[in-house]
């Protein structure tokens, strides 16, 4: 990997005495370097560096004054440390890349933060620490690079860290259009100690977002916090006697220690914090960026977003570290010290991806004659029938035509016309799979349920008569989504279960995403979030990698759209608005806006949940256009029940009760069993909230009724209500 020039600050500690040099690379052959030394008095140096902890742990961090009581200590840790010299040489240099080489008695000192009266050192150098040891290393084999790197992002491997979880998903996201130069694997929740060992010498570059522990009494012990202990100092010592380890690992880790404070350090930080870095450097890691303590969620996102950044763009690691510290000082302001949060050990000059040219070669364009052009087009033209002959779904040209017809009125929402040109591409050719699913999905959004499951298990008849698996699969999923709109959760799952095995027999990973993602909402609807966030993550990174197609896009929509609902149903309110804005701009560029209905009621029940009723209303009512537009009964019938929520929430009980009884009138007219139940629940707890005890009662038990079949957890929470009129 290229190399940018650095310059060297080498420092020996001998008793009380410093030696030091400042030497640039192009020095280092030469036979005759120049030192300077002088006595330090450690017990002043340790409580200098004793007040930069303290200053760093103070809970006010917007208080201007904290910066410039940082920039006194740490001026006097300069003018401590340094010969003149040494400080001469430091402010005149022209190169940004410091490599500190320092013994490991002096790890202590928070180097980083040396201010040199107008600037900190790691604000003004791109800074980086080697560490000198007494300690033998073992002989290491370091990795070897490719063109292609290899990414491993562990988050939230505790499943107690939201926000952890959020930072790895978007460094994930954020190497999407490094698409060809790295691949990203994304692990999160209920990461264990195997799973690291067995993994972890297979990538290049790290990145983990959790909690870390440091060991007081046994240095040993420090490590990643995981779902069944910790990672240890001493695991990464044994894995690094066989194997290569990653180039670069990022520990934006937390401390979670029992014995400080959360968010706090003590005294020995640095000595704590080199323990682990330590074991990995020994192991065969050149490079670890770790940090000292805790800070808050957004600043810790926004650093290691803004280092990636540009560490992709070909900047060097030290360079892109203090550009991500610059991007704190910026956002936050120097006096947070979030910025100081940082240490890189390593060379900082290294850079790991190779930088793009400025300039583009030009090319001297021949132009061919015209007979060779003719000849082109003619032979492009002959491939172009030839495939399309082979390509189409029938050897119906007609059908085929028609059935372009029916999906854009299916967009449009002309469902009666659909089902009319439906039924007459079938008369021609009842072997046209395609046009099953369209007109199974026209009748069921029309609340005909018997139409509805008639065509989807035409679908699957067809299918199985032609041998085509990939139609069979999808036949399955929608089959498991009738069922399970209609609050047969087991029957959805069988049909999910069976689409998802033969999707991955087949290698057919569009079904497969469809189906982990179906099974994924399966799996919301039964409370069981965290799996579902499991399901979501698998089926996100199938459609991401393959995004350029519209159908792997559409369905990253999708799986946004269902890690807000996740993020929703945690209450991260923030975290589930942003996964809604990214779907929704994904569905804009395949110009699906009908699928936005959804996007504008979770949005319109994010509002509800802070408070902010009418921009809910707003929303809401957005959606209830796109539905009616559609025809989309369905649909509407849920719309009018949220709608009428909303209402209740905000004590309109007349508009609440128009809402509700036309949701009932609707769930009713398509036969919907859970849009019944929950309709005849909602006027339960709006005539509760009026007063009216017995017409209360009398919807609770009608919802009661119809839940004892469909659903228990909402049958015993109906069982609360009623007797809580008693």
């Given at each position: 990997?290229p ?11 001998e ?16 036979t005759?370097?120049h ?6 008095d ?33 001026h ?9 010299s ?10 940004y ?47 070897s690079l ?16 939201k926000?952890?979880?959020?930072e ?19 692990k ?12 972890i ?43 290569s ?28 914090n ?12 050149r490079?670890?960026i770790?940090?000292?303590r805790?800070?808050?969620?957004t600043?810790s996102?926004?650093f ?33 010290m ?41 032979s ?10 082979f ?6 040209p007609?059908?085929?035509?028609l ?12 469902n ?28 069921h ?11 989807y ?16 699969a ?6 498991g ?20 095995n ?74 589930a608005?942003?996964?809604y804005?990214?779907?929704?701009k ?9 699928e ?31 539905d ?31 809402n ?15 849009g ?14 009026l ?15 119809i ?7 909402a ?10 009129l008693d």
């Amino acid at each position: 990997m290229p190399q940018e020039s650095a310059i060297t600050l080498e420092i020996i500690r001998e008793g009380d005495i410093l030696k030091m040099s400042v030497s640039e690379h192009r020095e280092l052959s030469a036979t005759l370097r120049h030192y300077s030394q002088h006595k330090v008095d450690f017990s002043e140096v340790d409580k200098l560096c004793h007040e930069v902890t303290l200053l760093l742990n103070k809970p006010d961090l917007s208080d201007p004054s904290l910066s410039k009581s940082l920039e006194k200590t740490a001026h006097a840790l300069w003018d401590h440390l340094l010969t003149r010299s040494v400080k001469e040489k430091l402010r005149q240099s022209l190169n940004y890349n410091l490599l500190l080489e320092i013994d490991e008695e002096l790890i202590f000192i928070p180097w980083e933060l040396l201010y040199d009266g107008d600037n900190f050192l790691s604000l003004s150098f791109n800074l980086g620490r080697l560490v000198r040891t007494q300690s033998k290393a073992p002989s290491l084999d370091y990795r070897s690079l490719s063109h292609v790197f290899k990414m491993l992002v562990l988050a939230n491997p505790t499943n107690d860290l939201k926000a952890s979880y959020f930072e790895g998903l978007n460094i994930r996201n954020q190497f999407d259009r490094k698409h060809r130069n790295i691949r990203i694997d994304f692990k999160s929740t209920n990461i264990d100690k195997l799973y690291v060992k067995k993994n972890i010498c297979d990538y290049d570059i790290v990145h983990f977002a959790g909690h870390c522990e440091y060991g007081y009494h046994n240095t040993k012990e420090s490590g990643w916090v995981l779902s069944d202990g910790n990672f240890s100092v001493q695991d990464i010592l044994r894995l690094g006697s066989g194997s290569s380890l990653p180039t670069l690992i990022f520990s934006n880790a937390c401390h979670s220690a029992p014995l400080s404070k959360e968010g706090l350090i003590d005294r020995d930080y640095q000595r704590k914090n080199y323990s682990l870095a330590g074991a990995f450097l020994f192991s065969g890691v050149r490079h670890y960026i770790g940090s000292i303590r805790k800070i808050e969620d957004t600043a810790s996102l926004a650093f290691a977003k803004e280092f990636y950044h540009n560490l992709t763009l070909g900047k060097s690691l030290g360079a892109s570290l203090r550009l991500a510290r610059l991007r704190l000082v910026k956002d936050y302001g120097i006096s947070s010290m979030h910025w100081a949060n940082y240490l890189l050990y390593g060379d900082p000059g290294f850079i790991l991806f190779k930088p793009k040219p400025n300039t583009k070669s030009k090319k001297k364009i021949v132009l061919p004659k015209k007979w060779l052009i003719r000849s082109l087009l003619i032979s492009l033209l002959t491939i172009a029938l030839i495939s399309l002959y082979f390509l189409l779904p029938t050897i119906n040209p007609s059908a085929y035509i028609l059935f372009l017809k029916s999906k854009a009125l299916f967009a449009k929402g002309a469902n009666q016309e659909v089902i009319t040109i439906g039924k007459n591409i079938i008369a021609k050719d009842k072997n046209f799979l395609d046009i099953y699913p369209i007109l199974a999905d026209t009748y069921h959004k029309l609340g005909d349920r018997d139409n509805a499951i008639k065509y989807y298990f035409d679908y699957v008849l067809v299918a199985q008569k032609m041998n085509d698996s990939k139609h069979l699969a999808a036949a399955y999923i929608s089959i498991g989504w009738f069922y399970h709109l209609d609050g047969e959760y087991r029957k959805a799952k069988e049909f999910y279960d069976k689409a998802l095995n033969l999707s991955r027999k087949l290698k057919d990973k569009l079904n497969e995403a469809v189906a982990l993602r179906k099974l994924a909402v399966w799996n919301i609807d039964n409370n069981n979030n965290d799996l579902a966030l499991e399901l979501l993550i698998k089926s996100s990174e199938i459609n991401r990698q393959r995004q350029h197609l519209n159908a792997y896009r559409y369905n990253l929509a999708c799986d946004y759209f269902d890690i807000g609902l996740v993020f929703s149903n945690k209450n991260d309110f923030a975290a589930a608005e942003e996964f809604y804005r990214k779907s929704r701009k994904l569905f804009e560029k395949v110009n699906l806006k009908n699928e936005l209905s959804d996007y504008y009621f979770n949005l319109g029940e994010l509002y509800s949940f802070e408070k902010q009723y009418e921009k809910a209303l707003v929303s809401y009512l957005t959606g209830l256009k796109i539905d009616r537009d559609q025809g989309n009964k369905r649909s509407l019938a849920s719309d009018y029940n949220m709608i009428g929520e909303l209402y209740l929430e905000m004590d309109r009980f007349i508009e609440a009760e128009s809402n509700f009884n036309q949701a009932l009138t609707i769930s009713e007219e398509i036969g919907s069993r859970p849009g019944i139940a929950g309709t005849y629940y909602n006027l339960g707890i709006l005539y509760k909230k009026l007063g009216r005890k017995n017409r209360s009662k009398e919807n609770l038990r009608k919802a009661q009724e119809i839940y004892g079949v469909i659903d228990p957890s909402a049958y015993e929470e109906t069982k609360k209500e009623i007797l809580s009129l008693d």
